[in-house]
């Protein structure tokens, strides 16, 4: 035990003798010589005793306690790392089994090409097959006549020979009309239109898809605005209180004190919109065309058909609704005071959480893709709460640059993004809710009263809607 103290961790047969106050280190005398030549503060230890005192019952409650830490860190690690190993083996069953469906569409598109092929087929071989059967039988006919015609020319039989010339000659007639109107192929081929699109797409893609680490931050390149204005629009003040993007590129925006619904392309044009009876607070995606629209206490659904916004099915709940999100057929909704669970059909289900302290604790509220959390922002004490889905609260995060949380969306890849309203943030937090990883963008960048914002998967971007702004910011990201 002595010599585990006494010797020098470096020069191992080297005790220790000095220590040099400069760099607080203990030395010995091989230390001196090669680190602290220029240091002008070095004593001996046994002098450097002498003016310090030592709590050694401190100093082993100390060790205890970091002891303590380090074991829990490395069960920690430990637990990450089976983690690890669960996750990229559940992801390689994913990768599986989309392969399998990709296989299974390419088989379908297959077997629909291969059963087109032998109708035509069949279809082609019934007509010359008939064709052939037409020939033989007025082969067959001519070749009777022929001989009847020879029977006759050694015999004078006007009359036959009148009724021999004529059938003779409508056969005739017959079969020169069925030659000119079928004229002969001695090569009849089936053509094979190959659908180029599939192969090009495929070509295009360099991966099934983005394995992604959700403790990474996303990484902004460039910024881009686009105006959501148009004409009729009767605020100038604009809010634009949600955003979603479509499988198809579309995004669509909820104008909140325009009272309308606004389709924008691929390339962020606006193309369509559509009005709704109040002033929408959220919006969600249902299906690959289909939204869900909340204002007062209503849930509007609204499609996308041939490039236009059309109003569906709506129902009505007991409270009124500020944000909603969507998971597997699952709704929930926020009311401002509390979290609820509802079928897609408007049946409701339970109450998950409730702060009933004023209309702002439980604003707006997302799903994490494996639907084990709901993120909920609290927009009155600048807090974004985890939930299970059982309601029960997991964690609290907060942060200086996240004040007034309002929108938010979780990606399909787990990273939780959140608007601070009265911070002009957004930024990216892990998926347990505990830390931020990065302040993807802030006033400097354009950023005011940031109201909703969405991740584009189509385009790798992420969108922001503005507060009393008629823009909203695309991020390009790495």
Known sequence: MEDLLMNCAVHKEKKLKMFCQDHSQLCCTDCVLLNHRQCTNMTLISEAVKTQSFDMQQLSNN???????????????????????KSCNEKLQEINDLRKKLNAALDALEKTTLKELDKIKTTMLTSKNNDLDNCRRMKDDLHTLG????????????EMEFIASKICLEKIQESESYLKENTVKVQSSIVFQANTDIEQYLSKRSCLGRIVDIMQ???????????????SDFYQDFQIIGICSLPSGQVIVADFRNKKVKLLDQHYNMIRHCDV?????????????????????????????????VNGRKF???????????????LYITSGTALYHYTLTG?????????????????????????????????RQHKLLTLATDGTLISTFTDPELQNPQGLQVTPAGQVLVCGYSSHTVIQVDGEGNKKLATLASRKDGLSQPASVC?????????????????IIVMDLE
Request: proline share 1%; aromatic share 8%.
């Open 63 to 85: 060790l205890q306690t970091i002891v303590k830490e380090l074991k829990e860190f490395k069960s920690k690690q430990k637990a990450s790392l089976q983690s690890i190993e």
């Open 147 to 158: 001989e009847a015609v020879n029977c006759l020319c050694d015999k004078s039989e006007k």
């Open 217 to 231: 931050s996303f990484t902004v390149q460039r910024k881009s605005e686009y105006t959501v204005r148009i004409q």
């Open 277 to 309: 009876s109040g002033n929408p607070q959220d919006i969600c995606q249902i299906t690959s065309s289909e939204v869900a629209v909340t204002f007062n206490k209503i849930v509007q659904f609204i499609s996308v058909s041939n490039g236009q916004l």
């Open 316 to 330: 009505s709940v007991q409270h009124y609704v500020k944000g909603i999100a969507h998971l597997k057929g699952e």
């Open 347 to 379: 049946s409701f289900v339970k109450k998950l959480y409730e702060d009933a302290g004023d209309s702002v604790r439980v604003f707006k509220c997302s799903v994490s893709p494996a639907g084990d959390r709901i993120y909920v922002t609290n927009h």
């Open 455 to 471: 991740y584009n998967t189509n385009t790798h971007q992420i969108i922001v809607g503005l507060t009393n702004n008629s823009k």
